[in-house]
């Protein structure tokens, strides 16, 4: 079950970056994120209003944020500063990059969070899992490859440097993720972590984009809701995935990452991007491992 809910929580992501591309193509950074923080926050509010005031609506469902006190929103506010800045450095770099490139990027993700999860949580690999994981690390050096026909350096290239150090918060946020289901409620996790990063979002909004805004100037579009929704989506069925009996963050993580499949058909449908076939064997890679670690987890 766990293992399905990663899939269907790795399509909804797909969508998720398409949207994103869209949003961000010519747009200010900042005030993106921002408005994607605010609408998540907004889908959670009413949950947790209803859970506070009327336990009896949601009591026994998946929607209902149980009450805690400090010593539990500690560690969920830890949460949001590390996904914050996961987005924040994914969104800089998503912005200047090829949605064909930045996806497959993303999908070698899991390997940090395998060796994470290796050390921290004791987690154990068949032979079919690490082929799938020695694929998803093949195919990073074969995109390196790919981005250089399109003048894009890896080793120097800033916007490059920004995709991977999303790609360690995220993997950070990941490993974190199993330590939270473990001890508290997904809702309550999801609920309150997306609250909070409003509250940090604003000081950033003020000081670093609105004394430039005349310069660094944003425009409204309806993806951006797209954005909030699809996420909020794919985190409610990946955190209720991690909260079954049997999950590996591990594995849930690399399946997660098979949204570079919708990403790339919009990369390559809606924004009309290059060298898609060298592209494609890279992606082509990154799902054999998919495979092989869906084989290794049966």
Known sequence: MWLLLA??????????????????????????????????????????????WAPQTLQGTLFYVPAAGWEVHRFILIKSFIVLGSWAFGYFGMKHLPLTLVGPINATRPVMVLLGAMLFFGERLNLWQWAGVLLAVFSFFLLSRTGKKEG????????????????????????????????????????????????????????????????????????????????????FVYFYALSLDGAMISIVSMVRRGSVVVSFLFGAMAFHEKNLRSKAVDLALVLLGMLCLYIGSR
């Open 152 to 235: 894009i350096d890896f080793r120097h290239n800033r916007w490059i440097g920004c995709i991977v150090l999303a790609a360690v918060l995220g993997a950070l946020s990941g490993l974190y993720d199993k330590y939270l289901m473990k001890q508290f409620d997904p809702m309550l996790v999801q609920a309150w972590y997306n609250v909070y990063q409003v509250f940090i979002m604003c000081p950033l909004l003020l000081c670093l984009w609105w004394p430039r805004r005349a310069e660094s100037r944003f425009r409204w579009d309806w993806c951006i809701v797209g954005i909030s929704l699809f996420l909020c989506a794919a985190d």
């Open 7 to 52: 899939f269907l929580s790795a399509a909804l992501l797909g969508f998720y970056d398409a949207f994103k591309k869209k949003s961000l193509r010519g747009n200010a950074v900042l005030p993106v994120l921002f408005l994607n923080t605010l609408f998540c926050s907004l889908v959670f509010v009413p949950f947790i209003a209803l859970s506070a």
